[in-house]
């Protein structure tokens, strides 16, 4: 029996790919792979890693998701930086919904060597 592949769009199987991160059991690489990991944690409802993995001076103290949202996609169209050579990165990505989408600039540092999400704006709008 095949597991279904990863919200975050790669072939892999949740589990081998944003489960990893999810659990602690790796350490996203890159600024896209953090990126993708929050899009998953969003699917999955998984609050503690989304502030786990959110900036310290960024960070709300808490995060309530809206369980009736319903994730539908995510199209990563392009980066910057970001990479093991990096310290800062940003991605730009479309994560779709039922009804309609989010387009987002995201904005990634490295504190104690691990990336985490800083903040994004919103392109056009």
């Known amino acids: 029996m095949t597991s279904p592949s ?9 589990g081998n790919c944003c489960g990893r991160r999810h659990t602690g059991a790796a350490a996203a690489p890159t600024a896209e792979a953090l990126m ?9 409802q998984d609050a503690g890693y989304l502030l786990r993995t959110w900036h310290p001076r960024t960070r709300p103290e808490r995060l309530d998701l809206d369980p009736g949202m319903r994730w539908t ?7 910057s930086g970001g990479s093991a050579f990096h ?8 994560a779709s919904y039922r009804g309609g989408s ?5 904005r990634f540092e490295r504190v104690d060597g691990a990336w985490v999400y800083v903040d994004g704006d919103f392109p056009g709008q």
């Open 6 to 14: 990863c919200p975050c769009g790669l072939a892999e199987p949740y």
């Open 102 to 106: 989010l387009h987002e600039r995201s």
């Open 36 to 44: 993708r990991s929050r899009y998953s944690a969003f699917v999955k």
């Open 73 to 79: 996609g995510l199209e990563i169209l392009g980066t």
């Open 87 to 94: 310290t800062t990165g940003t991605v730009t990505f479309r």
